[in-house]
């Protein structure tokens, strides 16, 4: 096949991807956009009118923006931190050759698949302050002083919530950093090992180093999912007990469900730019420690 045909056939075969990513993604994106500086509502297009930066003032007054914008960075901090943490310690843990590694890889990543809505409800169950499982059982075996409201109480519902999300995403996590602990050579190992390094040391300067760009996909990924946390916090607490869960992805819910979609939309952008703003320094702060294998 000559060479002009091949580069045609090549573009012809894009073409449907961009098509796709166009209409599903671009096109709400600027319509979106373009909607932050409507006046709408209830889907009465042809009653709106410009309302200019009145939808981000709007926003920006809002009395639960500042509750949501704390709330958003401790759920997004703390889950990133736990499930990082805890997927590198599975996948160093099923990274060894064990007779049921596989069947372990899956129960630990059966959760990320888990509706977020069947996982929400499960958990509302388990945490009732009297009849969930988790007093229940702390009240059996005599810990009944660590038992809590945990939905309820003001002072811990955001970490309640928190947890849930540790425990669905752990396992997505380990995937991630698991694919990157297996294109590691063992040649490296072998050779940490005649110069006497420890488990320790072959991880700090052989295991870490050589799975940062995994590492930094998973921080990465895990932020923006933290920052936009919305299906855990809506299916447990809907942002209470008050405005105790109130977190942006809610607050956006909330302005879209009362039939403001101008303020929805602005709220989103907003959004939009506080990933943007937090996401990128650390993506760029990362993939600077990458080291070439």
């Known amino acids: ?20 990513y166009g209409l599903f993604f671009l096109l709400p994106s600027m319509m ?43 759920f997004a901090f703390v889950t990133t931190a736990l499930k990082v943490v805890f997927g590198m310690l599975l996948a160093v843990f099923l990274n060894n050759k064990l007779r049921t590694t596989n069947f372990l890889r899956t129960v630990f990543f059966l959760p990320a698949v888990l509706s977020s809505v069947a996982v929400g409800i499960i958990f509302t169950a388990i945490m009732h302050p009297t009849r969930g ?19 309820t109480n003001p002072q811990i519902a ?10 669905k995403w752990t396992g997505f996590t380990m995937v991630i950093l698991l694919a990157g602990l297996q294109t590691i050579p063992e040649s490296y190992y072998e050779a940490a090992e005649i110069d006497g390094a420890t488990a320790w040391m072959k991880f700090k300067y052989v295991t870490f180093p050589l799975i940062m760009p995994a590492f930094t996909n998973a921080m990465v990924v ?28 809610t607050l956006v819910y909330k302005s879209f469900g009362s039939g403001r979609y101008g303020e929805g939309s602005a709220a989103s952008i907003i959004l939009c730019i506080v990933v943007l703003l937090v996401v990128l320094p650390v993506y760029k702060f990362l993939s600077t420690k990458e080291v070439e294998m």
């Open 1 to 20: 096949m000559p060479k002009q045909l091949k580069n045609i056939y090549a573009y012809w075969m894009v073409i449907p991807c961009f098509v796709i």
């Open 32 to 74: 979106g956009f373009g909607f932050s500086f409507l006046n709408i509502r209830n889907f009465e297009f042809s009653a709106a009118s410009f309302a200019g930066l009145q939808n981000y003032i709007n926003v920006f007054t809002d009395s639960y923006l500042n509750i949501a914008i704390k709330n958003s960075f401790i």
């Open 133 to 151: 499982i988790m007093n229940v059982f702390l009240d059996t075996i005599g810990l009944d002083v660590f038992a809590q409201h945990w939905l």
């Open 158 to 167: 955001i970490f309640s919530v928190a947890f849930i999300e540790v425990w």
């Open 222 to 249: 895990n932020l923006i999912g933290g920052l936009k946390a919305f299906d855990i916090v809506q299916s447990v607490t809907q942002g209470g007990p008050g405005s105790a869960t109130e977190v942006f992805g």
